[in-house]
Structure formats: C-alpha cells, structure tokens
C-alpha cells in the first residue's frame, strides 16, 4: 500500500517570495506522483505529475515539482508566488502496477500568501 | 464545456433519512469516484467505478452505496445517514479505464451536514 506524507499543514509566505511545499511518499512498488491546488469552495485541479523521465516536472501556474526516488520525495516549487496562488495542496500517488489502483492523497498543505 | 457536475452542493438533513448525492460528467469517461474530504484528513476514497456496472470499494465505504447504469451518471446513496458523515464529498473522473497515469477531473463539491 502507498502513503503519503505533507510535512507541513500551513504555510505562510509573502507575495513574490519563493515557496516549498513538502511531500514525502512511502510504496513498495514504483510510483506515479501528483501535486492537485484545491481553491477556496471549489474541486480540486490538477497542477503537474510525474510518470517517468525527467525527475523535474513543470506545471501550471508556473509551479515545478522534482522528484527525488532515493529521498521519496516530490517537492512542489515555485520561485515568486501570488495572491491568487493562495489554496490547499495535495500530493497524491498511485502504484504503476495496477489500473485499479486509487489516488492515495496527503492531508493537505494551506498556502497562505501574504500581501 | 467538459466539467463534473454534483447535486446538490448544499444539503443538510437529519439522522436516518435516507439523500442521494448525484454527479455527472459529460466527458464520455469511463472511470468515476467519490471522495469524502475532513480537515486533517485529506480526501479519502468512497467507491470508484470502471465502467458501467462496474464498481468496487475505496478505503472508506461503510454506509454509502453507489450504482453504475450509465456511463455519465455515478450517485452516492446514503440509505442512513448517520452524523459522522457530515463531510464534503468530491466526485472525480478520468478516461479509458482509469490507469493511474490518468489526470481526475473533479467536481466543485457538496457539503453535507447530518443532524
């Protein structure tokens, strides 16, 4: 079974600072990897994923994400961050091996962007 | 316009009477979930289904049912609502047949409220 670990709940930043949400993984088995934002009273969106290849993968909003195999990690960045990027963020993953395997998501990451 | 769509967003009811939650894509996909979503939780996964007639449970189906006729149409059945399931529920798609490489599209949501 695959979890998935956010190591921080909240995370205040200013406007046009960089930011760096944490997400830590665990699978016996090979991975795909996912960053969803989740804006205030909507569903949740898709911001960039992993499958294969190169380990950095960019995304929308001009948000990045590398993965990390030996460290299991999928980092989310962005180097100067908005107003409008204030939501929740959640790291998913799901096993390779099967298609009937579910998205495992984290418990969730609030960015709040300071003005 | 491809979107999930989820009736009703609102909804609060008491304990024991029995709701239907409905969700609709209009995107011809052939897999469909419900997620429940709880603060410090993160979402959870209720039921998915794999096409038509084709359903199977999630990490948390105790108390939900759901039914597959069409392939656009994916309701979540709370036969007895109980208070614990005060939550807000997510329903998601994907296409083919849900191969883990697949991007979910989500729906905006319905907060329940049981008394």
């Known amino acids: 079974a695959q979890s998935v670990t956010q190591l921080d709940s909240q995370v205040p930043v200013f406007e046009e600072a960089p930011v760096e949400l944490r997400c830590n993984y665990s699978s016996s088995v090979s991975v795909y990897l996912f960053w969803y934002v989740q804006y205030p009273n909507q569903g949740l969106q898709l911001l960039l994923k992993?499958?294969?290849?190169?380990?950095l993968v960019k995304g929308i909003n001009g948000f990045e994400a590398e993965f990390n195999k030996s460290q299991t990690s999928f980092h989310l960045r962005k180097p100067s961050v908005h107003i409008s990027d204030t939501a929740e963020y959640f790291c998913?993953?799901?096993?390779?091996?099967?298609?009937?395997?579910?998205?495992?998501f984290g418990k969730g990451t609030r960015l709040s962007v300071i003005a | 316009e491809a979107q999930v769509t989820q009736n009703p967003r609102y909804l609060i009811t008491v304990t024991g009477k029995k709701l239907t939650v409905t969700c609709s894509q209009n995107m011809n996909h052939e897999y469909m979930s419900w997620y429940r979503q709880d603060p410090g939780l993160g979402l959870r996964q209720i039921y998915y289904s794999m096409n038509v007639e084709v359903t199977d449970k999630g990490d948390v189906p105790e108390g939900y049912k759901v039914s597959r006729k069409e392939k656009r149409n994916f309701p979540l059945i709370l036969e007895s609502p109980s208070p614990n399931q005060t939550s807000l529920y997510f329903c998601a798609s994907s296409p083919t047949s849900g191969g883990p490489w697949e991007t979910q599209y989500f729906g905006p949501g319905t907060r329940l409220l049981v008394l």
């Open positions: 998913a993953v799901t096993s390779v091996i099967s298609g009937n395997t579910p998205l495992v």
């Open positions: 992993y499958l294969s290849g190169s380990t």
